[in-house]
């Protein structure tokens, strides 16, 4: 850290709480400071370069200087650069994402509604989905079913459908009748022997138990992410998908599909939901939506969810619910334009392409010493890490061994995210195959050198 007691570190100390960050440690480890982007690489401020390995969160798809989206921003900036949605009101650029979004839908979708973070989206979904219970007369469907380790937010409600431990402890969350199912991740999960197709099998019986114990009729929806993100990047076996629709269906519970991450080509199709034969009745998008250039997020139903909600707001008069932002004319104005890019230059196609690279690198590494397990869909993927591999172990404090491994790839210049034990990798869809196998070999280094650095004997290949 630069100690200088001006500096821009020791600044950053004095003033600014961190988000998802031990704020006594940041008083000690400052912050790295990113001065500015370049396609896949971001400079810190001593200028060194970094590979931004996980496109910032999981979401700059177009890189970190694409020309078009300033303009875009700047265009609409000087014609509207504010305008609100409520009562009536609209504008141009709201307009025509909401129409882009429901033509690129998956499933037959029938409205757009606009928030600005995906914490914000999930929680309009929760509201409306309760909204909708009330209008159809069943008050009592108010119930929630999502997986462990499931990442859809932080705001009191999507912290409530989060499953991770550090989203919880301390918060005092209200949100009550959430239900947890088991994470779909095979290698972690399954019982000695058990194929992933009966591991799915077992899942989606899991769940049908749960919702005749609770009652069907007070089950309103079921959240989840295609593939989980921050919870590990849990791929789920093939048939997972289709055997947990099976089940909703069967008691008209609605499906979510929280596409914050998968959403515009990160799985290698579109959307996760496409990827995995997902129809949901509320997809749910924000990161790749604008490339995160601005705070955009948004979420459409289909005419089963909206249908109800016209109707309820025709009773109280209003839809008592939306942003000052909800569709800002400037973030959707970049955001229309960032989608055009993804459509032009194949960008869902480059990530298919570049995953299978990715992959591929990856899977060559499962001899080092440091891998228990890589997994991955699209150009999205995550790479195990452990101590003992028999045992499918890491050190003793959970998340240390990730931590060191990411602290290695940072002095490499790697930029990833340590989660737990897991290394993700989630870079820009524009990544060139150059730059992925850059990606790969600054990984082998990291991985090298924290194998050095480990005591010996504390290693059990
Ligand atoms: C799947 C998923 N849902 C929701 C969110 C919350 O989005 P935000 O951080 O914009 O509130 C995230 C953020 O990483 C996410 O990955």
């Not at 007691?5 to 950053?12: M, T, Y």
């Amino acid at each position: 850290m630069n100690d200088k007691p001006n500096s821009i570190e020791a600044r950053d100390i004095a003033y600014h709480l961190h988000p998802y960050t031990n704020a006594k440690k940041h008083l000690e480890a400052g912050p790295l400071v990113i001065d500015r982007g370049e396609g896949i690489y971001v400079f810190d401020n001593n200028g060194k370069r970094y590979i931004e390995a996980m496109a910032g969160l999981w979401s700059v798809g177009v890189g970190f200087n694409e020309e078009r989206l300033v303009n875009a921003a700047t265009e609409q900036m000087k014609r509207l650069p504010y305008y609100h949605t409520f009562t009536h009101k609209s504008h141009g650029p709201v307009i025509e994402l909401a129409e882009k979004l429901v033509g690129m839908a998956p499933v037959p979708m029938s409205k757009a509604f606009f928030t600005n973070s995906g914490s914000e989206a999930i929680d309009t979904a929760l509201k409306l989905i309760w909204y909708r219970a009330n209008a159809l007369g069943q008050p009592e469907r108010k119930k929630i079913i999502v997986r462990n380790r499931a990442y859809h937010g932080v705001t009191i409600a999507a912290a409530c459908l989060t499953s991770l431990p550090a989203n919880h402890r301390s918060f005092d969350l209200i949100v009550p009748d959430v239900l947890r199912m088991t994470c779909p991740h095979h290698w972690r999960e399954a019982l000695p022997g058990e194929s992933e197709e009966d591991f799915a099998t077992r899942l989606a019986k899991e769940l049908e138990d749960t919702i005749l114990a609770e009652g069907p009729e007070t089950i309103a929806a079921f959240f989840g992410e295609p593939v989980q993100g921050a919870g590990g990047v849990v791929v789920p076996p093939a048939t997972y998908w289709q055997k947990v629709q099976a089940v909703l269906r069967k008691y008209d519970i609605l499906l979510v599909a929280d596409e914050v991450i998968c959403g515009f080509g990160r799985t290698g199709t579109m959307f996760g939901s496409t990827t995995y034969g997902i129809e949901p009745d509320i997809m749910v998008m924000s990161k790749q939506l604008s490339s995160s250039y601005l705070p955009a997020s948004a979420l459409m139903m289909n005419d089963r969810v909206f249908g109800p909600i016209m109707e309820e707001s025709d009773r109280i008069g209003t839809l008592g619910h939306g942003y000052t932002a909800s569709g800002h004319p400037v973030a959707a104005a970049v955001a229309l334009e960032n989608l055009k890019i993804i459509e032009e230059r194949d960008l869902v196609g480059n990530a298919a392409a570049m995953g299978r690279r990715l992959r591929d690198g990856l899977d060559a590494l499962t001899d080092h010493p440091l891998v228990g397990e890589v997994r991955g869909v699209g150009l999205i993927a995550a790479v195990e890490l452990v101590t003992d591999r028999e045992a499918r172990t890491a050190l003793e404090t959970p998340g240390a061994l990730g931590a060191l491994v990411n602290a290695h790839l940072q002095e490499a210049g790697l930029i990833s995210r340590a989660m737990t034990d897991a290394i993700a990798f989630c870079p820009p869809l524009i990544i060139t195959e150059g730059e992925i196998d850059e990606l790969l070999s600054l990984f082998r280094i990291g991985l090298d050198k924290t194998l050095a650095a480990l005591p010996k004997g504390s290693v059990r290949a």
